[in-house]
């Protein structure tokens, strides 16, 4: 939820801070701040809202410190303003921290009463004052092994010293953390994609990991303080400089590219030649499970409810889907024929990790399905399917949603064949359909221009309803999470059928309501609820796939028909019309669409 970067250097760092802060805004962009150590004092700039607003700050300090640490906030403890952006200081330390300390309020009252005093409403201000006090008695590396032990909760932390300008200090504890090495130089970040553009050299840190880092070398210690050896991984070549070309917003570019993103996935794990579905060195064999339970949070899990139905379809598994915050505290039945499934395009969503170390630490099988195949999530789990879909920056996810369902389908098709639920020629039509979808969704994209021309209506309503029925349904919750999450009005996603059981009464009239009903088994008992909301003065945009014997409504208010492809794989090409609905609700708005408010791109905190 937060965004964190230390440098230590043989020139001055802050320039670089402030340009790595920007690649990190997607992490959080309540407020930001660094601080630099320059000639034995702390000098400290923050402000509230974007990185933008602390570049003429920091241009106009002239810092010329050698070492520092930067934050971009995502508000936990406290408003999100100056007092309580990051980093937090005393005359001698600075931190910066990612993630909730969740004793803070004894260890504050204690450290009140031995005379410390507080400036800020944030739990992270505790660290600073604990570790002002056991450096008075301490070396570093025992004042850091001491304070990280009387910490509860979360975090990753970049701390300096006035006392020691050569070095900073990272540690983690489920908050992800990694250094970077460089020329004269290294580096502390939150992850790898705000280390990349000046190293592909990164070392992740574990949780109880705290390293001592300088300019010209690194030490790792484990929660004892004991010192150990950490792995340099040297990271693909990515696009680094990512950027939004032709287009507005990231998201924009991001729906734009999901032909390729979908066609590279597909090119992944089909092999063009025989058609054979590769997913190499699968782990396990048919008779090792008889259970798939799916689990993941927001959009991820949205992509786990559409697989239940391909599951349900394809194969005799009991099949389970969860939200993984609901997942971790239920009193769950690990039994060892379980086959547990993540999907996080992350990798570092905090419930879906601590879901995932719940079921490790139960001895269960494990498989995540991840976009950033070096996060928490993807080195912790014992089988790891990428999706393939590039770095993902808009806040709402769009090109890894279809590649998390691609990836779904494609596991379903895998364990289906193994288990012989599905038959040869079954299988290879489905893999030949599945080589049509980019084309397919390149087609359904053309739809832009009519959703553009609809999504007034939606910025200007009270509310709206997405209705679906079968894998229609979790489709209609994932166009109402991008429509919320965009435009900041409510929308519900709900399940077609269910209307006349209570949420019929929320129909007013003009109410704009959207009917997903693609022509398949649901699609009769689909337009009857349709019927049921007009009658009570919805304005219905129905999303439908063409046909060759189509259906008019004279009462219905839109129309918008993606293209035709086999029943299982309606949901990718039903979904694109919903992400432009959202994407053009929200420009009609004005509002930031690739960082919307309250919202970051990867929620590491519970
Ligand atoms: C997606 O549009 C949302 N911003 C959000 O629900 C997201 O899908 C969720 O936080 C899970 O993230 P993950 O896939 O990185 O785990």
Redesign the pocket.
Known sequence: MCGIIGISSNKPVSTIILNSLKKLEYRGYDSAGLATIHKGFINEIKCEGRVNNLEKNVLTSKSDGLIGIGHVRWATHGAANTINAHPHSSEKVSVVHNGIIENVTILKKHLINNGHKFKSQTDTEVIVHLITEYLKTNNIKNTITKVLNKLHGSFALGIIFTDHPDLLVGARRGSPLAVGYGPNENYLGSDSYALKSMTNKITYLDDGDFCILRKDKVDFYNSEGVIINKKILELSKEDIDINKGDFKHFMAKEIAEQPNTINACIKEYINKLNNELSIFNFPWKKEDFNKIILI?????YHACVIAKYWFEKLTNLEVDVDIASEFRYRNNRFRKDNLYVF???????AD?HAALDLCNKNKMKTCAIVNVVESSIARDAQFVLPIHCGQEIG???TK??LG?MLVLYLITLKISKIRNEINDLQYANKICQLKELPELILKTLKTETKISSLSETFSNAKGSMFLGRGHSYPVALEGA??LK?LSYIHAEGYPAGEMKHGPLALIEEGMPVVVIAPRDDHYEKTMSNMQEVIARGAKVLLITNKSSDEIKFDNLWEKIEVETSSIDLMPFLLTIPLQNLAYYSALTLGHDIDKPRN?A???TVE
């Open positions: 993941g949070c927001g959009t991820a999907v996080s395009q992350s990798g570092e969503t879906t806040v709402a996810s890894a949603f998390q999470l991008k999450e919202l791109k990867s929620v």
